[in-house]
Each structure stands twice: as structure tokens, then as C-alpha cells.
């Protein structure tokens, strides 16, 4: 067998040893994908926890961005802005909780002005998804789309700093379907916050991924180093030749 089909041999056998390392890496790390999607979901199914536990004096909140929270407070009057949505309007409302800091409230979706109802009046206790603000909305062209005057076009916590005076807690909560419909609105969709899965998945995916660039560069290595050894003993050989017929 010549020197040159063993090269093409070992790098065809090292290229498919490594597609097949990589296939490996990409199925551990849709495992870790998937490990991360389900922790999410199963945070977000938890059962409710006060909101008011988890509120720090310093305007921090606790570990429960994507976690069902129960809250109390009152409404605040003439503090609403309508978010475009599918559908209709989400409807954003101002809430203001024991501490006194306003609690952005996704109270549903309308699909229209005309059926938005008011809030309603005096003490309630509520119940939601905590979720972190969300940011700015782009079109397919990656530019930034603009709400019509008196509306946003999403939960951005710096857009209604400036709309609202009070402080703000920082997040918002999209409230659960039966509150939502008790207040004759339907619930708004949620975009939970990625999750993360085992770390344990994603060093496997590294590894494979690793694995299979070290054997590619061992193959071309050993490929070469065949080709330079025949090289070699050739001029080694044309050498003795040459010497013979001086």
C-alpha cells in the first residue's frame, strides 16, 4: 500500500471518528438544553410564594424571577399603559405594595381600549409570574420598533422609570389566568427566563467537541510525519544511487 492511499486512509478514518465526536457534543448539549427548558417549566409551576418575603430593603429582590408570587397593596389610580400584543393590548398597571414601591402589574390582555376595565379599588391580593423586565423590541430587520404615543412597546424597567415616579421594583408580574379573567381581561403570555441545565451536559458536549479536534490534528500529524519519513528514505535512496554510479 503506498504511503499516499495510508494518508488519505487515516485522515478519512480520523474525520469520520471526530463527525461522529461532534454529533456526540451536540447531543449532550441538547440534553443540556433541555435539562435547562425543564427546570424553568418546573419553576414557573411551583407553588406561589409572598412576594414580600423576597423584597429587600435595598430595592433588591430575591431568587424568584420565574417563580409564582402572591402580593397585596392597592392599585395605583390613572397609572396603566397598554403594550401592542397579540391579540390586542397587555395591560400594564401600577401596584403598590406594602413597602410602598410600585409593583408593574400585567393585569392581562384586551383586545381592545374599549374593554379594558379599571383596576380594581381598595386592598386585593394577587397572584402572578415574577418575571425580570424585559428589553427592547426589534423587527425582522433588527431595528428598534417604536409604540405609539402613550403606549411601550414592552416591560422595559428604564422606560417606565420615566413614565412612573415612584420606585420601582425590579421586575414585573404577568398575573395568573383567574385573576386576570376576574378582572375581564384574558391572561398575557409570558416568555420565561432561560434556564440553565446541568453543567455536567455541557462539559461532556466540550469534551466530545475536544476529543474530536485533538484526533483530526493527531491524524494530520502522523499523516505528515508519513509523508516526511517517505520523503526522506527517497532522497536517502536517490543519495546511494547517486553514490553508486560516481
Known amino acids: ?38 427546570t424553568v417549566q418546573d419553576r414557573a409551576a411551583q407553588a406561589p410564594v409572598p412576594l414580600e418575603d423576597h423584597l429587600g430593603s435595598a430595592g433588591a429582590v430575591g431568587d424568584i424571577y420565574g417563580k409564582k408570587v ?14 401592542p400584543a397579540e391579540g390586542g393590548y397587555r395591560v400594564l398597571a401600577a401596584f403598590e405594595v406594602h413597602d410602598g414601591r410600585i409593583l408593574p402589574v400585567v393585569r392581562g390582555v384586551a383586545a381592545d381600549e ?36 402613550g403606549q411601550l412597546a414592552s416591560v422595559r424597567m428604564p422606560s417606565l422609570a420615566q413614565l412612573w415616579p415612584q420606585q420601582l421594583v425590579p421586575g414585573f408580574v404577568t398575573l395568573d389566568a383567574p385573576d386576570a379573567a376576574a378582572q375581564g381581561l384574558t391572561q398575557a403570555p409570558v416568555s420565561l427566563p432561560t434556564g440553565e441545565g446541568s453543567a455536567q451536559n455541557s462539559g461532556y458536549a ?41
Not at 402572591?70 to 403594550?83: N, R
Not at 379599588?121 to 433588527?142: A, M
Not at 536517502?236 to 553514490?243: D, F, G, H, P, Q
Open 1 to 38: 500500500m503506498s504511503t499516499r492511499l495510508k494518508q488519505i486512509l487515516i485522515i478519512v478514518g480520523a474525520a469520520i471518528v471526530a463527525l461522529g465526536m461532534v454529533f456526540l457534543g451536540l447531543w449532550q448539549m441538547q440534553v443540556f438544553v433541555d435539562k435547562g427548558n425543564k
Open 70 to 83: 402572591t402580593f397585596s397593596g392597592e392599585y395605583v389610580p390613572d397609572q396603566q399603559v397598554l403594550i
Open 114 to 149: 374599549a374593554s379594558i376595565t379599571p383596576p380594581p379599588s381598595g386592598q386585593v391580593t394577587e397572584t402572578g409570574l415574577f418575571l425580570p423586565g424585559e428589553g427592547d423590541v426589534k423587527d425582522e430587520r433588527n431595528i428598534l420598533v417604536d409604540a405609539p404615543d
Open 206 to 246: 466540550l469534551q466530545w467537541w475536544v476529543f474530536a479536534a485533538f484526533g483530526m490534528g493527531m491524524a494530520i500529524k502522523i499523516a505528515h510525519a508519513m509523508g516526511v519519513k517517505e520523503r526522506k528514505a527517497a532522497e536517502a535512496a536517490l543519495k546511494e544511487t547517486r553514490k553508486d554510479h560516481a
